[in-house]
């Protein structure tokens, strides 16, 4: 079985040509021979010419993986070849000019806004600072754009995932 | 002694106190709000009381709710932890009124030396150096009168103030108009107390507590300090004792003034002088904790004592266990702070739950934590989760060790601190010790660096192998559809028999 992977922004092929133990791997162009052990739970024990890794397989969602090998967390989109990738083709699509709408994934609250309605941000700015879990939050644009809306005061309380701004 | 104590807190603090309690032989009762329902103090405790819905002001800080539990559970005595009613003078009061101890100092002493300028007052008559700047609260006319007096730049402060909020930087005179309004508007969104103060700014300067105990009976004892430099707006993240700065000249003269000062205010139980340190070892003294600190454990690993069981006796009436001279400094002691948040995105708080959870172990290593695999991190409270705790007979060994915890430790599920932790702790900066309290967010500004490329190829491989073994993931519903299940099989082949 072959998948179409990715781990920070490079694209990788990895064919598993063997199972068993130790299994055998190959990935772009170089083979290797895996014993992967599983743990219990999303935890295994992996040796691989000799040296013993820990890895933690946490689903993040389709196609999408947080591995965390000996402590140090890689997010690796991975997909059968052939199966239409599933990527977030809309999170692309924001950056080349539509709209990207500000939210924030917990409920919290409105400590200050940094912009003002037709205010132009560049990439990168900071926009609202939102209070949750005891600590301040800057939420910053992803891309350049003008301020198109601004949907709530500071001070005010927001539920999670809530649009609070705008940008265009 | 005490039989019962009640428990007014969460998380790790929660479970520590607890511990202290068992090893006393003391009962124990915990308070929970409904979203702590399955929390680690809930099920270490000896009995349990749902005290309010999830958010804070509704449960852990409902104080009627709370003394009315310990009341009907029969204890005696509460102990606030740290946050939430520790350090509220009105709390204390009416457990005094109710027949309840309050682990802790008394109202009148939180009232008198709690507040920042009051602190800052006491300090003044008893000759304890204060960072120079005004010890009551100000109007904005005598704010730019004493900036004006102090020099620049000055900081001002909201006297009600915490965690930075209501804190603003001023370097030149034009600067005042507008950061007197945001620092009071600040303080009284934050603190609903807009009442400010000044003081010159002490840039470069180290962040060193003292440590100290004083019971009923008039003994005060301080046990070293600590230095938590290595801040992250105003939030402490890496705690150690002894610094790698203080002298023993200093570290006595600095133990003296915090005795002083308790002695001066009437101040009992355990408590924290908080002083900032210059680059020519003058130190000033900033404000007073009067509870426990999150950091209290580098203390106990350097000095052997149990600060937990040492404030359940002294709230008890008994006097401290050890005098003075025979505190002895052993070793080096380094805390790492772990909080549900991401490094990576700007410390964005990461609440849910703990997929995979692996404590360090091994010699020199104490984890203090307040999770479980399986457990939630829920949203409503402080992403203080854990606390890391190494100790070694030297600074260098003391790291040694952290570094070597850190790679052991793993939680998995929610985002943490640990890789920030894995960084700072290689950093030639702070290896040297020459650090400040503005250090991290230099450090930060260069970006913390992603994992490397070396175990890219692993997490590939593992993906894989992972995705490979796995049963095909069909959500339940549609499995049972296509299968059908064998309860299904065996009614419908009932039918077609039948019929």
Redesign the interface.
């Known amino acids: 079985m072959t998948y179409a992977a990715e781990c920070q922004g490079r694209a990788h092929r990895v064919a598993v040509t063997r199972v068993g133990s130790p299994a055998a791997v190959q990935l772009d162009d170089t083979s290797h021979e895996v014993d992967f052990t599983p743990l219990g739970g999303g935890s295994f024990s992996l040796i691989m010419n000799g040296r013993s890794y820990e890895v933690d397989v946490v689903e993040e969602g389709e196609g999408v993986l947080s591995i965390c090998v000996d402590g140090e967390l890689h997010r690796v989109e991975i997909e059968e070849e052939g199966r239409r990738r599933r990527k977030a083709r809309g999170a692309t699509g924001q950056a080349q000019g539509g709209p990207q709408t500000i939210a924030f994934p917990m409920p919290g609250r409105v400590v200050k806004l940094l912009v003002s309605p037709g205010q132009e941000v560049s990439a990168g700015q900071g926009v609202i600072v939102v209070e949750a879990m005891k600590m301040e939050n800057e939420l910053k644009a992803s891309s350049p754009g003008v301020v198109k809306e601004i949907k709530v005061r500071e001070g005010a309380g927001v539920a999670g995932g809530e649009a609070l701004v705008v940008i265009e | 002694m005490f039989k019962k104590i009640l428990i007014a807190n969460r998380g790790e603090i929660a479970v520590r106190v607890i511990r202290a309690c068992r090893e006393m032989g003391i009962g124990t009762v915990a308070v929970y709000s409904e979203a702590d329902r399955a929390s680690l103090h809930v099920r270490l405790a000896d009995e349990a009381f749902l005290i309010g819905p999830p958010p804070s002001a509704q449960s852990y800080l409902n104080m009627d709710r709370i003394i009315e539990t310990a009341k009907t559970a029969l204890a005696e005595a509460i102990h606030p932890g740290y946050g939430f009613l520790s350090e509220n003078p009105e709390f204390a009061q009416r457990c005094e009124q109710g027949g309840l101890t309050f682990v802790g100092p008394n109202s009148r002493a939180i009232r008198a030396m709690g507040g920042k300028t009051g602190g800052r007052s006491i300090a003044a008559q008893a000759k304890v150096p204060v960072v120079p700047g005004s010890t009551r609260d100000l109007t904005d006319e005598e704010v730019v009168q004493a900036a004006k007096e102090i020099g620049f730049p000055a900081l001002i402060k909201a006297s009600a103030g915490g965690?930075g909020k209501g804190m603003r930087i001023v370097s030149t005179e034009a600067d005042l108009a507008g950061a007197i309004r945001a620092a009071r508007s600040e303080a009284a969104?934050s603190f609903g107390n807009p009442a400010i103060y000044v003081e010159r700014y002490l840039g470069g300067a180290r962040h060193i507590e003292v440590q100290i105990l004083a019971d009923t009976k008039g003994n005060v004892i301080y046990l070293g300090e600590r230095d938590c430099s290595i801040q992250r707006?105003h939030?402490k993240v890496i705690e150690e004792s002894p610094s790698p700065f203080v002298d023993p000249d200093l570290r006595r003269r600095m133990g003296e003034a915090a005795v002083t000062l308790a002695k001066a205010g009437g101040y009992t139980n355990a408590g924290t002088m908080e002083f900032l340190v210059d680059s020519s070892k003058n130190f000033y003294f900033l404000e007073l904790n009067a509870r426990l600190q999150v950091e209290h454990p580098v203390t106990e690993m350097v000095t052997g004592l149990d600060l937990v069981k040492e404030q359940i006796r002294i709230a008890a009436g008994e006097p401290i266990s050890v005098r003075q001279d025979e505190i002895r400094l052993s070793g080096h002691a380094i805390e790492c702070r772990i909080y549900?948040?991401d490094p990576f995105s700007?410390?964005?708080?990461s609440?849910g739950k703990i997929?995979?959870l692996r404590d360090p172990g091994g010699p020199g290593i104490r984890v203090e934590s307040g999770i479980y695999?399986g457990c939630e991190v829920p949203?409503?409270?402080?992403?203080l989760i854990a606390k890391l705790i190494a100790w070694g007979r030297d600074r260098a060994e003391a790291i040694r060790r952290m570094r070597r915890a850190?790679?052991?430790?793993?939680i998995?599920?929610v985002?943490t601190s640990?890789?920030f932790h894995?960084r700072m702790l290689d950093d030639p900066q702070f290896l040297s010790g020459q650090v400040h309290t503005q250090f991290v967010e230099g450090w930060l500004a260069t970006g913390m660096a992603?994992?490397?490329?070396t175990?890219?190829?692993?997490?590939?491989?593992?993906?894989?192998?992972?995705?490979?073994?796995k049963k095909p993931s069909v959500p339940a519903s549609q499995r049972q559809a296509a299968a059908g299940s064998p309860w299904t099989l065996a009614a419908r082949r009932e039918a077609m028999r039948r019929r």
């Open positions: 965690g969104s707006r939030q549900a948040e700007n410390f964005m708080p609440p997929q995979v695999e949203i409503f409270y402080d992403p850190l790679e052991e430790y793993t998995l599920g985002k640990i890789p894995r992603e994992a490397g490329d175990n890219a190829e692993i997490a590939l491989i593992a993906g894989a192998l992972y995705l490979h073994t």
